[in-house]
């Protein structure tokens, strides 16, 4: 990029951040937050600012849980767009990719870019991008070109998608970058598909491994563009939600979660009220299916004498044939 080009962009920020736009553009607003609440100058030539190793060690330890979860999908995603001059980043909570994929005919590019492990680009200290703004809008966004606050970041296409954990929190964000000038509007539409669907995968990942030993529920989005996830428990209490099921069931995504029954959330308020003996059926018959109806193998495996059980199954008109 040429200097006029460089004189132009800066320009054209501090132009629409003199507008008073910001209430109508979520660009300008990140433009607005990156000049007068960071203090970033547009026209700013300072390279990224990057972790040191023992620093990036520790902000990976810190994301174990984020990077074990997104390691295969990145993989995936990366063999999907890393032939067309992307490269795929992982960045923790606070906007520092802890993991990449590239191809290694770009890294040297990528690098220079700071699209990297251990570069910092929260909005603090790049002004808009993808990572950085995602972090703080917390949403699936684009960051385009000439939308970027920097100047020297306006040869980057950036798409990113918010990852939330196991308890409904921004846990990182998923990004594909590009330094492509002939990326088009249908290309771009498909990049914005992927990440949406990768982070999407990943914090189902991250949820199956927070409750392991708990059934795991989907439920359907009302937008019919993916559901979330429900952990439900050997007592049909649900135990855990992911923040799409939360938005989908109209629970409170900001708060930590209350176990609550499984027939109350899913079913509807009236569903609280079945009978203990509706209860207890459905133990007897379970037992029964698990011991393949040997009368004997369910009463030890529920902990009562083969008499009691054969009254039990008598009083609810179950049999054992």
Request: proline share 4%.
């Given at each position: 990029?040429?200097?006029?080009?460089?004189?132009?962009?800066?320009?054209?920020?501090?132009?629409?951040?003199?507008?008073?736009?910001?209430?109508?553009?979520?660009?300008?607003?990140?433009?607005?937050?990156?000049?007068?609440?960071?203090?970033?100058?547009?026209?700013?030539?300072?390279?990224?600012?990057?972790?040191?190793?023992?620093?990036?060690?520790?902000?990976?330890?810190?994301?174990?849980?984020?990077?074990?979860?997104?390691?295969?999908?990145?993989?995936?995603?990366?063999?999907?767009?890393?032939?067309?001059?992307?490269?795929?980043?992982?960045?923790?909570?606070?906007?520092?990719?802890?993991?990449?994929?590239?191809?290694?005919?770009?890294?040297?590019?990528?690098?220079?870019?700071?699209?990297?492990?251990?570069?910092?680009?929260?909005?603090?200290?790049?002004?808009?991008?993808?990572?950085?703004?995602?972090?703080?809008?917390?949403?699936?966004?684009?960051?385009?070109?000439?939308?970027?606050?920097?100047?020297?970041?306006?040869?980057?296409?950036?798409?990113?998608?918010?990852?939330?954990?196991?308890?409904?929190?921004?846990?990182?964000?998923?990004?594909?970058?590009?330094?492509?000038?002939?990326?088009?509007?249908?290309?771009?539409?498909?990049?914005?598909?992927?990440?949406?669907?990768?982070?999407?995968?990943?914090?189902?990942?991250?949820?199956?491994?927070?409750?392991?030993?708990?059934?795991?529920?989907?439920?359907?989005?009302?937008?019919?563009?993916?559901?979330?996830?429900?952990?439900v428990d050997a007592d049909d209490l649900v135990i855990?939600?992911?923040?799409?099921?939360?938005?989908?069931?109209?629970?409170?995504?900001?708060?930590?979660?209350?176990?609550?029954?499984?027939?109350?959330?899913?079913?509807?308020?009236?569903?609280?009220?079945?009978?203990?003996?509706?209860?207890?059926?459905?133990?007897?018959?379970?037992?029964?299916?698990?011991?393949?109806?040997?009368?004997?193998?369910?009463?030890?495996?529920?902990?009562?004498?083969?008499?009691?059980?054969?009254?039990?199954?008598?009083?609810?008109?179950?049999?054992?044939?």
């Amino acid at each position: 990029m040429n200097k006029r080009e460089l004189v132009r962009h800066a320009a054209q920020v501090e132009a629409a951040i003199a507008s008073g736009h910001a209430a109508k553009s979520a660009v300008v607003a990140s433009w607005c937050r990156s000049s007068r609440f960071h203090q970033l100058d547009p026209a700013g030539n300072r390279p990224p600012l990057r972790l040191t190793d023992a620093e990036l060690a520790r902000a990976r330890e810190a994301a174990a849980p984020l990077l074990q979860a997104a390691r295969p999908v990145m993989d995936r995603l990366h063999q999907a767009v890393g032939a067309t001059g992307c490269c795929v980043l992982l960045a923790a909570e606070h906007g520092v990719p802890v993991d990449r994929r590239g191809a290694a005919a770009d890294d040297a590019t990528f690098a220079s870019w700071g699209l990297w492990t251990g570069a910092i680009w929260s909005e603090e200290y790049e002004g808009t991008n993808g990572i950085g703004t995602c972090l703080v809008e917390k949403r699936p966004l684009t960051i385009d070109r000439d939308q970027h606050f920097f100047t020297r970041n306006t040869l980057l296409s950036c798409t990113a998608s918010p990852i939330y954990d196991q308890d409904a929190k921004l846990a990182g964000v998923l990004d594909i970058s590009s330094c492509r000038a002939d990326r088009t509007e249908g290309f771009a539409d498909l990049i914005t598909l992927a990440v949406s669907e990768a982070a999407r995968r990943i914090e189902a990942e991250m949820f199956k491994a927070a409750f392991s030993k708990a059934r795991i529920v989907l439920v359907p989005a009302p937008d019919g563009q993916g559901g979330g996830l429900l952990a439900v428990d050997a007592d049909d209490l649900v135990i855990g939600a992911t923040r799409a099921a939360r938005v989908a069931l109209g629970l409170a995504s900001d708060r930590a979660f209350q176990p609550m029954p499984a027939a109350d959330l899913l079913c509807g308020p009236g569903a609280g009220l079945e009978q203990l003996g509706d209860v207890e059926r459905g133990v007897l018959q379970r037992a029964l299916l698990r011991a393949q109806g040997n009368v004997s193998a369910a009463a030890k495996a529920l902990g009562v004498s083969r008499a009691t059980l054969h009254r039990k199954l008598k009083r609810f008109g179950l049999n054992t044939h």
